[in-house]
């Protein structure tokens, strides 16, 4: 079965420090990819998505950026936070472009 | 207007009530639809597809009126671990990725 890891688990950083959060699949081959947040009494919205290893398509203009160094591993970064980046990072997959998508556990993100 | 609109909620009822949750979307070009569950300050969990013919899944029973725009989960016999939030979710068409879009979300609280 497949499995969604994603870490660390929460996260609590100064403003204009870098992050990098990590997300790994297991147990399924060139999945679609997924970064989401939600922030504090907001939706979830698709920040970041990918279809295959190096190939990146940003939905929202944003301090962030993503890649995909393999197949099953999708990583979230930036170089300086901001107050504004603090929320909750979920990371996503699916088997195919319009299929459903599952999430891995998250990780809460607190920018001090 | 946003993209998808919920119920305000929160909703609060016995043990073994019938609750039923609205929501509309904007996009009449939308593909698929879900409803997902989502408990306190975890990650979201796909409950059930949403099909244009109806289709339960015990307790749960999912609706959709495309001519509508309209996408409805009615839950029966309520348990106390039904307590959660209930996202409405709808997948775009005419896309090369699965782009969902998220309702702001229905709070319940089910009661001894």
């Known amino acids: 079965s497949q499995t969604i890891h994603q870490w660390p688990a929460t996260l609590v950083q100064p403003v204009g420090s870098p992050l990098s959060l990590e997300c790994t699949v297991e147990g399924t081959s060139n999945p679609n990819l997924y970064w989401y947040r939600q922030a504090a009494g907001r939706g979830l919205q698709l920040l970041f998505y990918s279809v295959g290893i190096g190939q990146i398509s940003s939905e929202v203009p944003q301090n962030l950026s993503a890649s995909r160094p393999q197949d099953r591993q999708f990583i979230l970064s930036s170089k300086k936070l901001l107050l504004s980046d603090s929320g909750f990072y979920l990371c996503a997959w699916s088997v195919s472009t319009q299929g459903r998508q599952y999430f891995g556990p998250g990780t809460r993100l607190t920018v001090t | 207007r946003k993209e998808v609109e919920q119920d305000p909620g929160p909703f609060n009822v016995p043990e073994g009530a019938t609750v039923a949750f609205n929501c509309t979307y904007s996009?009449?070009?939308?593909?698929?639809f879900f409803w997902y569950r989502q408990d306190c300050r975890k990650e979201p969990k796909l409950l059930m597809s949403v099909y244009s013919s109806g289709n339960e899944d015990g307790r749960f029973t999912a609706q959709l009126n495309r001519a509508s725009q309209y996408i409805s989960l009615l839950i029966r016999d309520s348990k106390l671990s039904d307590s959660a939030t209930y996202l409405c979710?709808?997948?775009?068409?005419?896309?090369?990725?699965?782009?969902?879009?998220f309702g702001q979300g229905t709070i319940l609280t089910v009661h001894p």
């Open positions: 979710v709808v997948m775009a068409g005419g896309t090369s990725y699965g782009k969902l879009t």
């Open positions: 996009n009449s070009a939308s593909q698929s």
